[in-house]
Every structure is written in structure tokens, then in C-alpha cells.
């Protein structure tokens, strides 16, 4: 059985609390009582819960981190941001999903109560930004790493979703492409709106307005890329009457460009054109946007938006770490660029 504090305030004859304030350096000790404990500590190979000797200190040592689950691509890269940084500074991280809803919830509101991390970090699960709002303002640190363009009443890092947008058309518009096919993620998140609208605002500036049928919603999913193309291949070969039978390659002709918003529906994007015969980038140019891994190992490697994604985790975590110090959290948010990453799906050679 593991050795307890109880242990050792038994063979040291003292108290329980004697043994917490030799351990925590707190109240005055004699100098004998405290050299017994510490040598009855070392003889019996009693190790502290750090949870314990923090709570002692009034601080944990821990970092909490809430997210909606481990399913998206992107979210691991921003929790080795994360990682690096709080492991660096001698930190434990506690991570909290909600893959169970409203359980996961309650089980994370009874962590928040129970004072077993000193600030948080959130990726916000849908719905639950009023929520993470009141516990900013009962006196929990807080920073959002936000994915969704909330721009919250609390600190937060985010990135610039419109003019990554806005990149990857000028690329494609670079590239002499004309008739652009856009895949969106969940319109209801800022970010996704961010992104359409710095990519319209500057294919407008260049080329023809983009028509409505060229917006294609979609849920930032593989099979939501896959079903976007097919959809457009379809609704092209459809739409062209008294000409015979038509090939997929000139039924292409309605896009000859991609952009996802999100290299996983990206990802499908590509497999679906490979699927009908069309090739990237030659009859279609494919662009992404996050650049996870997945990014560099598709066929063809996918030109995408690198949202510095461990940049964001390392940054909310540098910002909660310095508050612990006494800096204060910035009023406003802190904000990491966007960059093109060209590959082949766009440029072969590039």
C-alpha cells in the first residue's frame, strides 16, 4: 500500500497538519519537529500529492483544458501547442470533452467547483460560450482559443480566417482560374463566414462576383467534400440538354477550382474529382484551409490556409501562465496570422 501523510505523522509523532506545513513551508515550525518529519519522510519514501501540496499553496500547478472531443484533425495540433508550453513551465494539464453532453458538463462544472485547476483553456463546445462567460467573470482565468470568430467578453487568441480566405482566392485568380466552386463548414460559426467573405471580397475585386450556386454548403466533413463535388458534377451534367452524352471532364467545365474550408473536406474534395476522372490540378485546382498532416499527404499534397493551429495553443497557454505570475489577461485578442501554403493540388512543383 502507498505510504500516507497519516504514515508519516505516525512515526514522526505528530500531527497530520504538522507534517502538511513542514511539506508546504507554512507556520512556525521548531526547527528539530520539522528535521524528524523530513527525515521520516525520506526513510519511508513518502511522496506528496502535488494536487495536495498545491491545494495547500492555494495553487494546483494545473492548467484545465475544455474542448468538444478529439475527433477534429486540427485539434490535436493545437493541444500539443498547449502541451509544450505548460510541461515547459513545470504545469499538469487536465483535459475535459464533451463527448457525453450534458454529463461531460456537469462532470466538468463539478472540477471547476471543486478548485482542481488554477485558470482554463477553452476550444468551446457548441453552445456552451455563456456558460465559460459566467465562470470568466465569477473569478476563473480564463482564455478562449477561438476556432469560431466569437469574439468573446474574455481573453481569447484567434486568427485571420477572412484574410486566409482572401489568400487562397488571389492564388487561384493568380493561376488564371475563373469559376471557383466554394465548400463551406457549418455556417452558423464566425469563422466560416470569415473565410467566405474574404474569399468573395477578393475573387470580386479580380473576376466576375461569385454566383450563389457557386457557395456549396457543407459540414467540414471527408464524405461532406465527397457529396460537394458530386452534387456540382451532377447538377453541370444536368443542366446541359440536346447535347448528346457528356463526359465528366466537360462536365468540369462548371469549376475549375476548390476551395474547402477545411482540409478534411478538402481531402474529400480530391478523392471525389480522382474518382470522376478529373485531374489536379490540371482540369481542377484544389485549395484547403488549417493545414493539419493530413494536408501534406494527400494525392495530390493539398495546397492550403496554414492556421497556426499549435501557434494559438501555445499562445493561450503563454497568456494563462503569465497571468499565474501576476500579468494581467489582455483586453483584447490576440491574433496570429494566416499563410498560403502552396502544393500540388493548386502547382506541381510548387
Known amino acids: 500500500m502507498p505510504i500516507t501523510i497519516a504514515d508519516v505523522a505516525a512515526h514522526a509523532g505528530v500531527s497530520k497538519t504538522t507534517v502538511s506545513r513542514v ?48 475527433t477534429w484533425p486540427w485539434i490535436g495540433e493545437v493541444l500539443q501547442g498547449v502541451v509544450d508550453v505548460v510541461e515547459s513551465e513545470g504545469f ?17 462544472a463539478q ?28 473569478g476563473l482565468p480564463v482564455v478562449l482559443i ?26 487561384l485568380l493568380e493561376l488564371g482560374r475563373r469559376r471557383p466552386l466554394v465548400i463551406t463548414g457549418p455556417t452558423s460559426f464566425g469563422c466560416v463566414q470569415e473565410r467566405l467573405a474574404g474569399f468573395t471580397e477578393a475573387w470580386s475585386e479580380s473576376a466576375t462576383p461569385m454566383a450563389a450556386q457557386q457557395v ?46 477545411n482540409d478534411l473536406s478538402a481531402a474529400g474534395a480530391l478523392a471525389e474529382l480522382r474518382a470522376h476522372g478529373l485531374r489536379v490540378p490540371q482540369d481542377v485546382a484544389v485549395v484547403g484551409f488549417d493545414d493539419v498532416p493530413l494536408a501534406s499527404q494527400t494525392d495530390p499534397p493539398l495546397t492550403t490556409v496554414h492556421q ?38 493548386t502547382q506541381p512543383g510548387g
Open 23 to 70: 511539506l508546504n513551508g507554512k507556520g512556525e515550525l521548531n526547527a528539530a519537529t520539522a528535521a524528524r518529519v523530513r527525515q521520516v519522510i525520506e526513510e519511508l519514501g513518502y511522496v506528496p500529492s502535488a494536487g495536495a501540496v498545491g491545494l495547500a499553496r492555494g495553487r494546483t500547478q494545473i492548467v484545465g483544458m475544455l474542448i468538444p472531443s478529439m
Open 92 to 108: 499538469g494539464l487536465l483535459l475535459f470533452t464533451c463527448n457525453r453532453g450534458e454529463e461531460s458538463l456537469r462532470r466538468f
Open 111 to 138: 472540477q471547476v467547483s471543486a478548485k482542481s485547476f488554477d485558470g482554463l483553456l477553452v476550444i468551446e463546445p457548441e453552445g456552451t460560450l455563456d456558460y465559460i462567460t459566467e465562470l470568466h467573470s465569477a
Open 146 to 171: 477561438d476556432d469560431r470568430g466569437h469574439q468573446p467578453r474574455f481573453p481569447s487568441v484567434a486568427t485571420t480566417d477572412r484574410a486566409g480566405g482572401a489568400s487562397a482566392a488571389r492564388h
Open 216 to 261: 456549396v454548403h457543407g459540414d467540414f466533413t471527408y464524405e461532406g467534400g465527397r457529396h460537394a463535388i458530386r452534387s456540382a458534377l451532377d447538377g453541370a451534367g444536368s443542366g446541359q440538354e440536346g447535347s448528346g452524352p457528356t463526359g465528366d471532364a466537360d462536365r468540369a467545365g462548371s469549376f475549375d477550382a476548390v476551395f474547402a474550408h
Open 308 to 345: 497556426p493551429l499549435r501557434g494559438m495553443g501555445a499562445a493561450a497557454a503563454r497568456l494563462l501562465l503569465a497571468h499565474f505570475r501576476g500579468d494581467p489577461l489582455p483586453s483584447t485578442p490576440t491574433v496570429i496570422p494566416t499563410s498560403l501554403i502552396v502544393r500540388d493540388s
